[in-house]
């Protein structure tokens, strides 16, 4: 049971992040707007992280993580108010579904930025996708739900910094980066809030409830134990487990909120999950079965020995 602990770990993350959906629902049916969710979201987020590694990230930050803390908690930031209010105009489940496709997304952005070549598995997972998203979205209409469209933009978001979170720990320490990221996606929430006139925090204690679960679950333990647990679990394997949160965010969704499960939400959900499954192991579990059932139709041919 030890050697799977990093495994056993990703998949509580992806449970918890799944209930992050409903708390965020929560949030807003108890009256908070997406903007204090947010910014509460990250306070204490950030106060939490601050104070457990405060002697670490004072020993341990400089310049560049600086920089590359900024960069990152500004696409948290982005990424986090276009998902939250989406939320408004949208189901979980789909808001769920719609965000997971940020794993697609972010070959193409390394495509762009550093000329890294794309595969076929990247092409054909991001057709598929966009059929996903497209059955989870269109109305009967053509047209796009605004809710799926700001979740869709909220994707991208994740998918930069997904990306961007990559390249920036090959130099600088993780809890550092999260420090920092968490610290300047507050610090943006708080100065928007503000600026947008919501002074005030008025809401049901079920609002304050589901925040304080996005802030010490959902956000400052969860980004913990997925950095321990990715020290000992691949990087396609951790994709793949942490996938599954748009999965648990569908039926906490039906369990909590009573949500209907409908035939299109259905299909679309397993086009995008097999798009992120096609994306992240380009079919390398097909080819390893083939290999398996070659290897043993050979050890079964009778060998015949010279007379």
């Not at 803390?69 to 998902?83: D, E, K, N, S």
């Not at 995008?272 to 079965?289: D, G, P, R």
Request: with cysteine; net charge positive; hydrophobic share 55%.
């Amino acid at each position: 049971m030890k050697k799977y602990y990093g495994e056993l770990g990703l998949i509580l993350v992806s449970i918890v992040w799944g209930c992050g959906y409903v708390a965020t629902q929560f949030g807003l049916d108890g009256g908070l707007t997406p903007l204090q969710i947010i910014t509460m979201r990250f306070f204490l987020a950030a106060l939490f992280i601050n104070v457990i590694f405060f002697k670490h990230i004072k020993a341990n930050i400089d310049k560049k993580a600086l920089k590359s803390g900024i960069m990152l908690g500004t696409f948290l930031f982005v990424a986090f108010t276009l998902q939250t209010i989406g939320l408004m105009h949208t189901t979980p489940s789909k808001n769920a579904f719609i965000t997971s496709a940020n794993v697609v997304i972010v070959p193409f952005i390394g495509f762009l930025i550093y000329r890294r070549k794309l595969d076929k598995f990247g092409i054909i997972s991001s057709f598929i996708a966009l059929v996903g998203i497209g059955i989870l979205s269109l109305e009967s209409n053509l047209t796009l739900n605004f809710g799926d469209m700001l979740t869709l933009l909220c994707a991208f978001g994740f998918a930069f910094h997904i990306f961007f979170t990559s390249e920036f720990v090959k130099y600088s320490s993780p809890i550092v980066l999260t420090s920092i990221q968490f610290t300047v996606a507050f610090a943006l929430s708080a100065v928007v809030q503000l600026g947008s006139g919501q002074w005030g925090f008025a809401a049901e204690p079920k609002g304050y409830m589901g925040v304080l679960f996005l802030a010490v679950f959902s956000t400052s333990i969860c980004f913990f134990m997925q950095t321990i647990c990715q020290k000992v679990v691949d990087g396609t394997k951790a994709a793949i487990i942490l996938s599954t949160e748009a999965v648990f965010g569908t039926i906490f969704s039906v369990i909590v909120l009573h949500e209907a499960l409908t035939t299109k939400l259905i299909i679309g959900s397993v086009l995008i999950f097999i798009a992120i499954i096609v994306a992240e192991t380009k079919l390398s579990f097909i080819k390893k079965i083939g290999k398996t059932e070659l290897l043993e139709e050979e050890e079964e041919v009778p060998i015949e020995v010279a007379k």
